[in-house]
């Protein structure tokens, strides 16, 4: 059987351009056997634990999944059962209802402050950052914030909301540079600890809060990187929380990464490991659950840039490795990096795309302005 799966997954391989024990960066390392029945047999899953338990290696992560991915290879291997449960799951059950919506904040964000503060740029932004005229991760981050006060119309005096805060940044940014007030909601205690405390000296509130027991009106509302947890069937939940927190005329801005189609299904290496309880939205299925509350101002996707950004946070938890490497071990930074450079190749191949949507409840006096 292994000799088999063997023979298949090498023949699979090279139709991709991927040679076993090759000198191209995208060539892998083989060095325990067994991997070519456990990928066989176990998909994606197969495929990233075995990379965290050091059964291969490549030189370039990015590069070689981008060369898996180019070749639809995933869709030719056969036997992915753990695939399959996971997208039963995703279709016939609910798992972002409430009881569980603190679990993404415990088992992702509340990994630790430090593996954060080592990756990110020194606001803490953990969402993509706009590279159009930025030369390094600092600037490409406060640039899109920027580009979403601008989008939202910021002015001074103004509330504002976020859903889905992380660690205050935009807040921060939109009450230094707008003058805004500002409430943010997260469901993860570090985040909301050190959110609060960064915050400190602005006008801004930080709740340990899940969205849909938000309360109060706002002049803006703004949801970044945060609509990916919660599940196709709550997104109609999600659009009226947004609608009924935003006052008359009022702008939203949505933020999030996004999938080409509408399949209500994850990843279930994704799902095990790095975000469970999450999926990515289609256009399709945001507009659907829109359509009842806003109207469409704008539509603005950036999607490669993503890539750019997570090369960089590689480059930087690499590099900060050492501070945290302790706490942390060996096969956490092995699962990371394959989180981050599988995650990169599919902004280059341009599987997933990074998503703005400018929404408003109108009617608005003119028409928004689009800004670059």
Not at 237 to 242: L, P, S
Not at 281 to 286: E, M
Request: hydrophobic letters at 40%.
């Amino acid at each position: 059987m292994s000799r088999k799966a063997k023979q298949i997954a090498v023949g699979l391989l090279q139709q991709a351009g991927i040679t076993v024990d090759g000198t191209n960066p995208w060539d892998i390392q083989v060095h325990d056997e067994r991997l070519w029945a456990r990928v066989m047999g176990g998909g994606s899953l197969g495929l990233g634990e075995s990379y965290m338990d050091g059964w291969w290696d490549t030189p370039a992560i990015d590069q070689f999944i981008h060369k898996l991915f180019e070749a639809r290879l995933e869709q030719r291997v056969k036997g992915d059962w753990q695939a399959l449960l996971v997208g039963l799951r995703c279709r016939y059950t609910n798992p972002q209802v409430i009881r569980r919506a603190y679990e993404i904040g415990k088992r992702h964000y509340d990994t630790g402050n430090d593996l954060f503060e080592i990756m990110l740029d020194k606001r803490l932004i953990y969402s993509c950052g706009y590279w159009r005229h930025a030369e390094n991760l600092d600037q490409a981050q406060e640039a899109k914030l920027d580009l979403i006060c601008r989008k939202l119309e910021l002015e001074p005096g103004m509330t504002l909301l976020d859903i889905g805060c992380g660690w205050g940044g935009l807040l921060q940014y939109a009450a230094e540079h707008y003058g805004v007030e500002g409430v943010g909601v997260t469901v993860s205690h570090q985040q909301a600890e050190l959110a609060a405390e960064r915050c400190r000296d602005l006008p801004v509130t930080i709740r340990l809060e899940d969205y849909r027991s938000v309360s109060g009106a706002f002049d803006r509302v703004a949801s970044v990187g945060m609509v990916e947890h919660v599940g196709w069937r709550n997104y109609p939940t999600f659009m009226e929380v947004a609608h009924r927190s935003l006052k008359p005329g009022g702008l939203f801005l949505l933020h999030t990464i996004g999938t080409n189609w509408s399949n209500k299904s994850v990843d279930p290496w994704v799902e095990r490991y790095i975000f469970p309880n999450s999926m990515l939205p289609s256009l399709a299925l945001l507009s659907s659950a829109a359509e009842p509350y806003f109207i469409a101002e704008d539509l603005h996707n950036f999607g490669p840039y993503y890539d750019r950004t997570l090369l960089e946070w590689d480059r930087r938890f690499r590099e900060g490795w050492s501070q945290i490497a302790e706490r942390y071990g060996e096969r956490f930074f092995r699962m990371w990096r394959f989180y981050l450079l599988s995650s990169a190749a599919s902004f280059r191949i341009r599987r997933i795309q990074l998503w703005q949507l400018l929404l408003s409840k109108g009617p608005r006096p003119g028409l928004v302005k689009r800004i670059e």
